[in-house]
């Protein structure tokens, strides 16, 4: 992702949600997590929560207000865990080739200021080593484009040194439209049908160019404190759209490390790291805490949101956490967040 911005100090009065299963559908929450308050005491988020799921069951907590256990938020750049996902099941069914060119699905669409289409490979697009500009670096995420400008944008600009790890949101639009080419349905339509109807993922939808956010849904503010809860879409795409919920979530992350989603070879090459030298597999990337554990999946920042999930490799322990603005301050909180969870005994 793109480097954390400050934020303005924002001051905030705690709330923690105790709610009982007879009560809501929500999970027992025993107490603040302390990790997750410091978010707001300490990152500047207005608030903060997460939702936990291991073989003992799921643990809700917030802190701040106007933020709760069901609300629908944006998700940012997690959308790409769904489009590799879907990329990597249609290479499953031979319908397309890791290997194939860019050229081959898009003819003469990477075509300028150094870009050739004809020497990319959908897995350097998958893995981030294409070179290719990030559109957004010029937009600021803040302009709506469709997929086809935001790569004439992107390709304007000479590429990075191939092979070589440069995240970019421009190879997941691009991923984007080679699913629409070969399947004749949008990439939104495609995570549909493979993903979120069959993992019951009642609350995740690709939006499109809808601007306000289903119900429920709190509030979103910029890291300037302006409310942004309505955002067209649109300026992200395939590489950040997708609007959804904490439950629906830590239900697809755990499907897909736990061999739902994908064959073992398929589920294997996403968890490759190789390409990326060890910093990003396919849609996915590791992180290593300082208990040794390591945990895979992915952050997302759009404007108003910053959103992180992280699982065992098993799959049967997830978290995710969310802020209901773009960026947490101090970017330590979140490793100790995720060391809290996953490391009890050294936190």
Known sequence: MPPLRTLLGVPVAMALLCLTPAASSAPHVAATDPALARLVTRGGAPAAALLARDGDGSRFARAGRGIAYADH?????????????????????QRLSLSDTVERHLPGLVRGAGNDGRTLTLRSLLTHTSGLYDFTADTGGLVPLTARQAVRLAIAHPPSQRGHFAYSNTNYVLLGLVVEQVTGRSYAAEAERRLIT????TGTSFPG??????????????????????????????????????????????ALLGGELLPPRRLREMLDTRAAHGRYGMGLF????????????????????????AATVDGRH???????????????????LLSAEFCPRTS
Do not use: M
């Open 198 to 201: 069959p993992l019951g993922l």
């Open 286 to 309: 590791p992180v290593e805490l300082p208990c040794g554990t390591t945990v895979w999946g992915h952050d997302g920042r759009i404007s108003g949101s910053y959103v992180r999930t």
């Open 209 to 254: 160019a809808r601007v306000a956010l289903p119900s429920p849904h709190g509030r979103a503010y910029s890291t300037a404190g302006h409310d942004v809860t309505e955002l067209d879409p649109r300026v992200a795409g395939a590489a950040g759209e997708l609007v959804t919920t904490l439950a629906d979530l830590d239900r697809f992350y755990s």
């Open 73 to 93: 938020f944006r998700a940012g750049s997690l959308t790409k865990t769904f489009v590799a996902t879907v990329v990597l099941q249609l290479a499953a069914e």
């Open 318 to 336: 997830v978290l995710t956490f969310r802020v209901n603005t773009t960026a947490v301050a101090d970017p330590g909180l979140e490793r100790r």
